[in-house]
């Protein structure tokens, strides 16, 4: 059992352990807020690991804007009755520590007595009004750049099923999961990009015609050049998916035009639902190679996996090579 004490923040202009209705924050001025919130049900088994991958997963939301958290919530659905408490003191003891490894204040939080555990985060933060990034921001020859692996979705899913050595797998999931996107989201304010999303649920296929939708601008995919949590592949070659990245597959495939070589596992992997997947960013070409070298220096991947085209698309265009 972990501890969880929760340290003072000169922000909070109230006490955590006062019992108030809200909390109360000082803010910085001339700064735009930023907000969101997001909670999920365990992907490992560790209930320290998955705090810190369900705040990190919240976490990103903020980072995607290009925005510096400030405050967090916890949200928090557990089985009291039929679990030991020492289980959710550990996992927001997970949470904590991301909260405080992003630099952001703990303000407190809502619980609820359910069959089912689930946690997460309410975050706000900061971003200067003009620095910030949104998904209608492609433009034609910008460069998309994925700083995490894809294949927490098909990992999580074999682990759920009892693959042998399933620790090892769990493994590859914490570390990518739980690595906060903070060095994307400062070079989103740093350099003025425009546009940027974090890939979760609706998977890396998703979020980029999400993105190419918003920008009316089709986007080619490299699927050779994306990075894969190893295994990942071949879990799907063996039929081990999620449902919900299967559903992302058919829902987004009518905007799909994919290569006759494209291997059909990979482009299930493509559309993979993640959780706290890396942040994808659209860069002029002229910072790509600065942007590339900032990231791989902070121990963040760089991988160029696409192009936006000058090809008008209202509804959003895929093209798969």
Wanted: with cysteine; glycine share 10%; proline share 6%.
């Amino acid at each position: 059992m972990r501890e969880l004490e929760i340290p003072h923040d000169s922000r909070l202009l109230t006490g955590s352990c006062d019992n108030e209705d809200a909390a109360v924050l000082t803010f910085p001025s001339g700064r735009a807020l930023v907000q969101t919130v997001d909670f999920l049900t365990p992907i490992v088994n560790d209930p320290y690991r998955f705090g810190q991958i369900a705040a990190a997963n919240a976490l990103s939301d903020i980072y995607a804007m290009g925005a510096t958290p400030v405050a967090a919530m916890n949200i928090v659905c557990f089985p009291s009755h039929s679990l030991p408490l020492d289980i959710l003191r550990d996992i927001l003891a997970g949470g904590l520590s991301k909260i405080r490894e992003a630099g952001a204040a703990m303000a407190g939080g809502h619980s609820v007595d359910d069959t089912e555990i689930k946690y997460g985060l309410c975050v706000s933060g900061e971003v200067p009004p003009d620095r910030f990034a949104t998904n209608h921001g492609l433009l034609p020859g910008d460069l998309l750049i994925l700083t995490k692996p894809i294949g927490t979705g098909i990992l999580a899913t074999a682990v759920k099923q009892n693959v042998l050595n399933g620790a090892q797998f769990e493994e590859a999931i914490w570390r990518v999961a739980s690595r906060l996107n903070a060095v994307p989201g400062q070079l989103i304010r740093e350099f003025g990009l425009k546009a940027a999303t974090d890939v979760t649920g609706f998977g890396l296929g998703g979020h980029i015609l999400e993105m190419s939708a918003a920008s009316g601008w089709a986007v080619e995919l490299s699927a050779q050049t994306v990075p894969l949590i190893p295994h990942a592949l071949d879990f799907a070659a063996h039929g081990i998916v999620p449902g919900g990245s299967l559903a992302n597959r058919r829902y987004f495939e009518p905007r799909v035009q994919a290569a006759s070589t494209t291997d059909p596992n990979l482009l299930t992997l493509l559309f993979d639902a993640q959780t706290s997947g890396g942040i994808l960013l659209c860069v002029p070409e002229s910072l790509a190679e600065t942007i590339s070298e900032r990231l791989t220096a902070e121990g963040d991947l760089a991988a160029v996996v696409g192009r936006v085209l000058d090809e008008p698309a209202p509804q959003g265009l895929l093209h798969i090579r």
